[in-house]
């Protein structure tokens, strides 16, 4: 049975930084594209970021672009989601998913293309 746990969230203050983890149990984690996914409190689900199963494209959302970071590593089957220069609207609770091959191009932000998710770990940006 495939598993997610999302850590590493959090409190921080506005234009600080955080890191969150995917650790991820029960299926192969380097055949899966990676996606995060938040979801700020009254809002929708909203997609941001996407990681290539094996090589490094990556592919992020105008909303985190040049601020979050996305990567893996495939031998500890853990993917993760570096944040810089967090800002109040970063607030949400915020899941990883997983699904089969690479991540879509045009479309790696829906959520209903991921079969496998996460918890979810809160963040917070406020002072």
């Known amino acids: 049975q495939a598993q997610l746990v999302e850590s590493g969230g959090g409190l921080v203050q506005p234009g600080g930084s955080l890191t969150l983890s995917c650790t991820t149990s029960?299926?192969?984690?380097?055949?899966?594209?990676i996606g995060w996914f938040r979801q700020a409190p009254g809002k929708e689900r909203e997609g941001f970021s996407c990681?290539?199963?094996?090589?490094?494209?990556?592919y992020y959302t105008d909303s985190v672009k040049g601020r979050f970071t996305i990567s893996r590593n495939n031998a500890e089957d853990t993917a993760y989601l570096q944040m810089n220069n967090l800002k109040p609207e970063d607030t949400a609770v915020y899941f990883c998913a997983a699904d089969f091959g690479r991540c879509y191009t045009d479309n790696y932000y829906r959520s209903s293309l991921y079969p496998f998710w996460g918890q979810g770990t809160r963040v917070t940006v406020s002072s």
């Open positions: 029960g299926f192969t984690f380097s055949n899966y594209a």
């Open positions: 990681i290539d199963p094996r090589d490094p494209n990556t």
